[in-house]
């Protein structure tokens, strides 16, 4: 008797199947965030001054969960102000979520914030991830293999990194809420400038990584980041063509300096 073939494998998750679920979940995250009032914000500091967290966090991370919950049940859910969520028989697939990368900003009603979800497979390999900042009404989109792209006022376009040939270099970083960590990282800053006409600190690690894909800012580069701030950010810089360096990559100065790089044609 002819033996059967084995059966074909199944990829653990599609990625523009995962990049539907992000996006559906990144726009009902977005949804609270434009509920915004000032009276409503219930602003309590976490761990550290400056480290703050809303009512509309938990809001919108919730709301995120709950589109993941109900299209993906068996996918591992992570994120920034709730409780880990692991499947009995997990599937594979694991969501990173910040529900409001840039809080501060969005207590100051400064418009740079946004709701950011990405998928990750037991590999490591980041499949899709979506940045939704409703006060810009812009959507950043990728997919591992089909690019990144930008939905903003009814028109999409697809996204490739920074002009290489542009003078007048922007660089975009952050700084932490730890004073010790702050100082080291001003003390820092002339040496990671250096070949930039200037810097850019705008508060949201993830829409500084997109704005490198759009072209806006030419290079990110910020260390002591939370996986969920880069999560779909850097994979959106990746699709637009442009080098990322995440922490974890091995024997590389991001994983020295546990740093999150991301640049055009400049070298950081």
Same mark, same amino acid.
């Given at each position: 008797?002819?033996?059967?073939?084995?059966?074909?494998?199944?990829?653990?998750?599609?990625?523009?199947?995962?990049?539907?679920?992000?996006?559906?979940?990144?726009?009902?995250?977005?949804?609270?965030?434009?509920?915004?009032?000032?009276?409503?914000?219930?602003?309590?500091?976490?761990?550290? #001054?400056?480290?703050?967290?809303? +009512?509309?966090?938990?809001? /919108?991370?919730?709301? %995120? !969960?709950?589109?993941? =919950?109900? *299209?993906?049940?068996?996918?591992?859910?992570?994120?920034?102000?709730?409780?880990?969520?692991?499947?009995?028989?997990?599937?594979?697939?694991?969501?990173?979520?910040?529900?409001?990368?840039?809080?501060?900003?969005?207590?100051?009603?400064?418009?740079?914030?946004?709701?950011?979800?990405?998928?990750?497979? #037991?590999?490591?390999?980041?499949? +899709?991830?979506?940045?939704? /900042?409703?006060?810009? %009404? !812009?959507?950043?989109? =990728?997919? *591992?293999?089909?690019?990144?792209?930008?939905?903003?006022?009814?028109?999409?376009?697809?996204?490739?990194?920074?002009?290489?040939?542009?003078?007048?270099?922007?660089?975009?970083?952050?700084?932490?809420?730890?004073?010790?960590?702050?100082?080291?990282?001003?003390?820092?800053?002339?040496?990671?400038?250096?070949?930039?006409?200037?810097?850019?600190?705008?508060?949201?690690? /993830?829409?500084?990584?997109?704005?490198?894909?759009?072209?806006?800012?030419?290079?990110?580069?910020?260390?002591?980041?939370?996986?969920?701030?880069?999560?779909?950010?850097?994979?959106?810089?990746?699709?637009?063509?442009?080098?990322?360096?995440?922490?974890?990559?091995?024997?590389?100065?991001?994983?020295?300096?546990?740093?999150?790089?991301?640049?055009?044609?400049?070298?950081?």
């Amino acid at each position: 008797m002819t033996p059967l073939p084995e059966p074909a494998a199944v990829p653990v998750g599609d990625p523009l199947e995962l990049l539907d679920v992000a996006r559906e979940a990144a726009a009902a995250g977005a949804a609270v965030l434009v509920r915004r009032t000032s009276e409503g914000l219930n602003a309590v500091n976490k761990s550290a #001054d400056g480290d703050w967290v809303t +009512a509309f966090d938990t809001a /919108a991370e919730q709301a %995120v !969960r709950e589109v993941l =919950a109900r *299209r993906r049940p068996q996918d591992t859910v992570t994120g920034e102000e709730l409780e880990d969520s692991v499947p009995v028989h997990a599937s594979g697939i694991r969501w990173s979520i910040d529900p409001l990368d840039g809080t501060t900003n969005f207590i100051r009603n400064i418009v740079y914030y946004a709701t950011s979800v990405a998928a990750v497979n #037991d590999d490591g390999v980041w499949l +899709a991830g979506v940045v939704h /900042a409703p006060a810009l %009404v !812009r959507v950043y989109s =990728a997919a *591992r293999g089909h690019g990144a792209w930008l939905a903003e006022h009814g028109s999409v376009r697809q996204l490739h990194g920074p002009d290489p040939e542009r003078v007048g270099k922007l660089l975009g970083t952050g700084f932490s809420y730890d004073a010790a960590v702050r100082e080291e990282q001003y003390a820092a800053l002339g040496e990671l400038a250096a070949g930039f006409a200037d810097v850019r600190r705008l508060g949201s690690a /993830a829409l500084d990584l997109c704005l490198v894909a759009d072209g806006t800012l030419d290079a990110y580069s910020e260390w002591g980041l939370n996986e969920y701030d880069y999560a779909a950010g850097a994979l959106i810089a990746e699709e637009a063509g442009v080098p990322v360096r995440r922490p974890g990559t091995p024997g590389s100065e991001a994983e020295r300096l546990r740093a999150v790089t991301a640049a055009g044609s400049t070298v950081i």
